[in-house]
């Protein structure tokens, strides 16, 4: 395939990273800074507390679109002169000294900052209070914008202590990682300072400015704040809530205290990624953080996972940090499985494993079934190589495999292990390997021989995962594994913890080689029971008719009937099965389907209805889509109750959202007419399907209905319904009106973080491949200039492309992104993926 040539045209670095402080050692950071809220500069003041080894006149610090106005030294109560040299290219200044400098030493360095609005660094962000524009200031460092800030060496192994001050006008207020130690008068400012931080990162250090409603609550000792800006006090009482039910769940579950002596949660309106776990003081997307008790299902979801990764990662990678950025994971992987782990603990009636399997098994499975992907412990060395891998790969293919280490090892051994692993490298950093160890050292302990270091080295440090399959003879399963890919099988094997189910056993065995033998008599055998591992299964038909009765009988785990349906439609996606009967056997097993089959089963329709050209099989689709949906929302009913629970809420949401794509006829006059509703201003409609409302008013839109989307979007006060009907305008059927919503995107009427929401959801849009295109070629110069690395704008740009399925139409979008002009190095795995991915839809069609 043309698009796999491109994809390994260009070499992967492998090289270990360069670090500048082999020689200089920071031990503490002395800053000061004074922001000004018209020129949107900030005057800095830093001593830098070092330890140089060995005799140098050079020292090089990291450095990001600073201007230095001046550096010294401090040696022996010796005044040492300084000049500066700034080196961009590598984000670093180099200070040469008229003496060489050793030992104990203070470098002091006095600086501007610019305070910009591309979301990182030390940034602004505005917001209107009674129709005025006011503005706040909140750092965002991860993963190397700490140097945008300040000199520093950005490093997350080089940890320091930090003492900051901030000079600010007396109606804001100052925020950073520690309480207030101090807040003085100066004029018409006031000086806040701060206490010592323990030893951190460099990206873990928070600088917060701005005027802030602040609600508060106490857990023990411990203070815990919600901040918001002004008016949206009153939606931080969830996240509040739930803050204090995860703290009290990770101290008890961890074996450690939550270090710190507060802990705040800050709503910043413009704000790139999700959240951000600064220690001490967590920033989140208003979305992630905020809620009123009229939004939808998914929303209080939402905010519960988000606010317990971020305190999972108060231990996991603020507490013990990884040494450098290629174990990311460490930090990212479990933040995810943990945030999972203490929702299910806390609020089990919400069932969240199985919307685990949903999101982060299946998301793992479709990047890492690309050859465009990469190992999760990886090797990076510049900041873009580093961004670009907090990815799927990092989050949810990582936090896949703890899930399935911790249902091997067992979740006792599992919990005693982290303890182990936490407590010995407290305010340390650390590799993958003081984990295998740790969870290796819990099992010697709990009398289990497992080698968890040799199991887990495979699965880190290996890209992609196996495809089983199970052939039957007589009494004998016999199980063989390769390399699943979408484009086709490899060679290749992973020590595999395979948990199967037949009629009479229930077990789990370590498939080491490329064939196992289960000796079992039994009709049926299910593998990969409780879908607990990584791997996909493939049946033979006979087997899949067994399996996929027991499915109809309700006589499968739904997590099991999930599993046997997705991995179906992998073989499908990989050209091993005709569409034809993977809509059969959702037509003859999975009519009665509940979550999270049933949004799968709605994805995957959905993909299919929107690829296909084929009239005859998009109607066979269309056909299957509304017998399923039809069905499954007579039982279920339009309307919600406050007694169902959360995953007949979902499935509800699953099939109206599927019939609406489809067009089906009662369905599409229902939430028409809700929409009618909503432009009256009506409030009664159910949240949970608002989005559908929306969605559906867009693929029926024609130029009134859309600039009625606009006019809702700019009066609606919600961020989540905001970004309901942006999301909507990417399902337009009409070419203008799309290049219209698409440049509605990028307007000031929308925040910096959505002005990708539109492409997004134009993805799968039939009518979105040459529309996004040509509309991305027309603007991709200005998006790499206004969007850093960090702020993953230009992935998703780039990301919502891999609808595509025309083949002249992939050569031209090769062909743009091979222009150096329109390449950057965090752009790599993203443009690969979806080279991969346009070319599998290609293949698909001419398959089908």
Request: hydrophobic share 40%; with cysteine; charged share 25%.
């Amino acid at each position: 395939m043309i698009f796999i040539i491109i994809i390994y045209s260009i070499t992967m670095e492998n090289n270990d990273h360069e670090s500048l402080a082999r020689n200089v050692r920071p031990k503490n950071y002395k800053l000061f800074f004074e922001p000004n809220f018209s020129s949107f500069k900030s005057h800095g003041i830093e001593e830098i507390d070092v330890s140089i080894i060995e005799a140098t006149d050079l020292v090089r610090l990291n450095a990001k679109e600073l201007q230095i106005l001046k550096a010294t030294a401090v040696m022996g109560g010796r005044e040492v002169a300084g000049a500066v040299k700034e080196v961009p290219k590598k984000q670093e200044i180099e200070i040469s000294f008229t003496a060489k400098l050793k030992g104990e030493v203070k470098l002091k360095i006095e600086f501007i900052a610019d305070n910009n609005e591309r979301m990182y660094g030390f940034s602004r962000s505005k917001y209107r209070v009674n129709g005025k524009d006011e503005y706040l200031l909140s750092s965002q460092f991860e993963a190397t914008d700490a140097r945008a800030a300040f000199p520093c060496i950005d490093e997350p192994e080089f940890k320091a202590t930090f003492d900051l001050s901030l000079k600010v006008d007396k109606e804001f207020e100052a925020v950073s990682n520690m309480p207030k130690k101090s807040e003085k008068l100066d004029g018409k400012k006031k000086i806040v300072t701060f206490f010592t931080t323990p030893i951190m990162s460099t990206y873990l250090l928070y600088l917060g400015v701005g005027k802030y409603d602040i609600l508060s609550d106490n857990l023990g000792k411990l203070k815990i704040s919600v901040f918001t800006v002004h008016g949206k006090k009153k939606y931080a009482k969830t996240a509040l809530e739930y803050a204090k039910k995860f703290i009290g769940y990770f101290e008890d579950y961890f074996g450690i205290k939550y270090p710190l002596p507060k802990l705040d949660l800050l709503a910043i309106p413009d704000f790139a990624n999700g959240a951000m776990e600064n220690w001490g003081a967590i920033t989140f997307r208003e979305i992630y953080l905020l809620r009123d008790e009229k939004s939808p299902t998914s929303v209080r979801r939402q905010i519960a996972e988000s606010v317990a990764h971020e305190l999972a990662h108060q231990w996991f990678g603020d507490l013990v940090t990884m040494k450098w950025w290629n174990d990311l994971w460490l930090n990212e992987s479990f933040a995810t499985f943990m945030s999972y782990k203490a929702m299910d603990a806390i609020f089990p009636e919400w069932k969240v494993w199985l919307e685990y399997m949903l999101y982060a098994f299946n998301s793992a499975f479709s990047v890492d079934g690309l050859k465009a992907t990469h190992p999760i412990s990886v090797h990076v060395q510049t900041a873009d190589e580093i961004e670009e891998i907090f990815d799927t790969i990092s989050y949810r293919k990582g936090g896949s495999v703890l899930h399935m280490l911790d249902d091997y090892v067992g979740k006792t051994t599992f919990r005693k292990g982290l303890h182990i692993y936490l407590e010995t490298n407290s305010y340390r950093n650390a590799t993958k390997f003081d984990l295998w160890n740790a969870i290796e050292k819990a099992a010697i302990a709990d009398g289990k021989k497992l080698n968890v270091p040799e199991l887990m080295r495979a699965w880190i440090e290996k890209m992609g995962y196996p495809a089983v399959h199970v052939s039957t003879k007589n009494d004998l399963f016999t199980l063989k594994q390769n390399r699943f890919l979408f484009s086709g099988e490899e060679d290749d094997r992973w020590p595999l913890p395979i948990h199967y189910k037949t009629e009479h056993s229930d077990k789990t065995i370590l498939m080491k080689g490329d064939e196992t033998v289960i000796r079992e008599h039994s009709d049926w055998i299910k593998l990969n029971y409780g879908q607990h591992g990584l791997y996909k299964v493939i049946y033979e038909d006979f087997m899949l008719e067994r399996l996929g009765n027991l499915i109809k009988k309700g006589a499968l785990p739904i997590e099991d009937a999930w599993g046997i349906e997705n991995d179906l439609f992998s073989i499908l996606r990989s050209g091993g099965l005709d569409t034809s009967k993977y809509l059969d056997f959702i037509s003859r097993f999975c009519t009665d389907s509940k979550y999270p089959l049933s949004e799968s089963v709605v994805i995957h329709l959905a993909w299919l209805y929107s690829i296909n050209y084929d009239k005859l099989l998009r109607e066979k689709v269309r056909e299957t889509g509304i017998n399923f949906g039809v069905s499954l929302l007579k039982s279920l009913g339009w309307n919600s109750n406050k007694t169902e629970n959360d995953t007949v809420k979902m499935t509800r949401i699953d099939v109206i959202r599927l019939l609406s794509i489809l067009k089906e006829v009662n369905v599409t006059k229902k939430l028409l007419s809700l929409f009618e509703a909503v432009k009256k201003g009506e409030d009664k409609i159910d949240p949970d399907i608002l989005d559908n409302v929306y969605a559906a008013a867009a693929l029926n839109a024609d130029k009134k209905t859309f600039d009625e989307l606009i006019r809702l979007y700019k009066k609606v006060n919600s961020p989540n319904e905001k970004t309901f009907i942006l999301s909507a305008l990417g399902k337009l059927s009409d070419p203008a009106l799309l290049v219209k919503a698409l440049d509605f995107q990028k307007s000031r009427d929308v925040r910096p973080h959505d002005s990708c929401a539109v492409s997004v959801a134009a993805t799968y849009n039939p009518t979105g491949g040459k529309v996004l295109f040509k509309w991305l070629k027309e603007n991709w110069a200005s998006i790499l200039k206004k969007f850093d690395s960090a702020t993953k704008i230009a992935n998703n740009q780039l990301i919502s492309l891999a609808g595509v399925k025309d083949p002249t139409l992939a050569k031209e979008i090769a062909g743009f992104f091979s222009s150096k002009g329109n390449f950057r190095d965090d752009l790599k795995y993203p443009l690969y993926q979806t080279l991969e991915v346009i070319g599998l839809n290609i293949t698909y069609l001419k398959n089908n």
